[in-house]
């Protein structure tokens, strides 16, 4: 049998009208199905939350405007704390983690990565914690540490509050993931960019530093940030041992009011937390491009 | 002194069981400009390769200013930084501007003063009728363009010797004239250089020798008058009647 491209001018021309069950997502009418999935979705959550039996008392213990505003501002004369206390706690694990995160990540493929003879054993190491690291949930991790470092009964070490010991777990936990986006990342460098700048006499260190590691970060934000989100969220893990951050501070409310408004409260607050950060690398990638491309 | 700049002797480079190089010798000058021809494949590029340390040698010599860069106690970095390489697909860095591609190596290879790099810079891209271009980046550029500031980028290091391969190979027909205009301006300023190319006018033009390779074996070297008009081989005289 030979092959051939459509060269059998006697054949009948194709069809390129869609069939029927097409029709709805074809040209300007994709508009009309978004619309259509849309409504449908409200529709059915609206059923779910006014019709079904229990709607209104789900409404109640989820989404009580009263109780929303007290878990927010709290009241000291019910001995309830306001949530925002727990936020703050939340908010700088996950920033001084995320520092750190990102440079023992860079660090970790790094040593990964290198050819270098010096560093082979920090190359076996890193490949090692990689893989244990990213084998362990984190809520393990969070409790080894933050029973164990104390346990040790060492100066500093052993007597950090619980949200430090979450700062630990968190760092040693996503250094691992986001080291290995890194190195797909410093892969992904064409080996031309290494070539050119080895050319110039640079060597291993600065080619790494001034040509590959720019490249290679910009072509990883986007699940480098994926990282991110799942590090912020996964600040709440440190309630396992103790520590007052959002969510912990939430089942103290509902415990004190036998409400669940301070629950829904704490997943705005994530929720919130996510999207300027998204919206951020967004335009930091589109100002990027628009910088280097041609966009006659 | 001798005027030998490079000298390879019995260069031999395998990947794998695969022989690329099998035995070449070759001497350049200074101020000699020398074109390698070949059929695709024939291992021009890895033969540049070898000659600036981007690729080990297995067997043979290769020296630089009578230093024998086999020797252990040879740093490739400090060789490189006296050797200028421009590559077929330019390879700029696309996440600096023009200006910072050209100063990269001298500031942070040579830890050269950047005020007076800059300069030094802004009077090369002056040369190729890019000043106006220096903060813009290399994507915008059209291919001639970037081939031009890639060439720039290696002259801002100074270098005793220039390798280019196949630098107009992956030009649209109509710029690949203005990188060879450069070239040839190069060549008219004493500029040492070992040039794979595919293009035999300019070879023929520009090349005090012609060195035609084959499948890793150096066939036949010579001046453009004896390749081009009067070749000894066989293969010699089949390869380029191929290209014509
Ligand atoms: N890194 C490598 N690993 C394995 N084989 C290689 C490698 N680099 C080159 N080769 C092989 O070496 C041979 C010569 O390649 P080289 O690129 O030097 O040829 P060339 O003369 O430059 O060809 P062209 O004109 O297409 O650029 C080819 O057969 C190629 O497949
Ligand atoms: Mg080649």
Redesign the interface.
């Given at each position: 049998m030979t092959i051939d491209a459509d060269v059998d001018a006697s054949k009948e021309t194709p069809n390129f009208f869609a069939p029927w069950h097409r029709r709805l997502f074809v040209g300007r009418r994709g508009l009309v199905a978004s619309t259509v999935s849309s409504a449908l979705i409200v529709v059915a959550i609206a059923l779910l939350l006014f019709v079904a039996p229990g709607g209104a008392t789900f409404r109640y213990v989820f989404f009580d405007g009263h109780n929303l505003w007290l878990a927010w501002v709290g009241d000291p004369r019910l001995g309830i704390d306001s949530l925002r206390d727990g936020m703050v706690t939340n908010i700088w694990m996950f920033l001084v983690s995320e520092v750190l995160v990102l440079f023992f990540g860079l660090m970790i493929a790094w040593c990964r990565i290198s050819q270098s003879p010096v560093l082979l054993p920090f190359r076996v190491l890193a490949t090692a914690y990689t893989d244990v690291m990213r084998g362990i949930p984190l809520i393990l991790t969070m409790l080894i540490i933050g029973f164990g470092l104390p346990e040790l009964r060492l100066p500093v070490i052993s007597s950090q509050s619980d949200a430090v010991y979450g700062v630990i777990s968190l760092t040693l936990c996503y250094s691992a993931y986001v080291a290995e986006v890194i190195r797909a990342g410093i892969y992904s460098v064409p080996n031309g960019q290494r070539l050119a700048a080895r050319s110039l006499g640079l060597t291993q260190t600065v080619t790494m530093r001034r040509v590959i590691l720019p490249q290679a970060i910009r072509n990883v934000i986007p699940p480098l940030l994926n990282d991110f989100i799942s590090l912020q969220k996964d600040t709440a893990i440190v309630s396992v041992l103790g520590a007052i951050e959002v969510v912990r501070a939430a089942q103290i409310f509902s415990a004190a009011t036998f409400n669940e408004s301070g629950l829904t409260l704490a997943a705005i607050f994530f929720i919130v937390l996510t999207i300027p950060m998204t919206r951020f690398t967004d335009r930091l990638l589109a100002k990027d491009r628009a910088k280097r491309l041609v966009h006659e | 002194m001798s005027d030998v700049v490079l000298a390879m002797d019995s260069v031999v480079k395998r990947f794998g069981d695969h022989e690329v190089l099998k035995g070449v010798s070759l001497q350049l000058h200074r101020h000699e400009v020398v074109c390698l021809i070949g059929a695709s494949g024939s291992g021009k590029s890895t033969l540049l390769r070898c000659a600036?340390l981007?690729e080990a040698i297995d067997e043979g010599h290769v020296s630089l200013f009578g230093q024998n860069l086999v020797d252990p106690r040879i740093d490739p970095?400090?060789?490189?930084?006296?050797?200028?390489?421009v590559?077929q697909?330019y390879?700029?860095?696309?996440?600096l501007d023009v200006l910072e591609n050209v100063v990269?190596?001298p500031v942070?290879?040579?830890k050269r003063d950047r005020a007076e790099v800059e300069e030094e810079a802004q009077a090369l891209l002056e040369r190729i009728g890019l000043r106006d271009r220096a903060h813009d980046?290399p994507?915008?550029l059209s291919g001639g363009q970037q081939q031009r500031v890639?060439i720039v980028?290696?002259l801002a290091?100074r270098p005793a010797l220039l390798l280019l391969d196949e630098v107009t190979s992956a030009l649209d027909p109509t710029l690949v004239g203005e990188v060879l205009d450069l070239l040839v301006d190069l060549a008219h300023r004493g500029t040492t250089m070992l040039i794979a190319t595919h293009e035999m006018n300019f070879a023929r033009d520009v090349a005090h020798q012609v060195v035609y390779l084959d499948a890793g074996v150096l066939v036949e070297q010579g001046t453009p008058e004896q390749i081009f008009t009067n070749p000894q081989h066989d293969s010699t005289r089949s390869f380029l009647q191929r290209v014509r």
């Open positions: - | 600036n981007l970095d400090l060789v490189r930084r006296h050797i200028g390489m590559f697909s390879n700029l860095f696309p996440h990269l190596g942070r290879a040579l980046y994507e915008r890639a980028r290696s290091m």
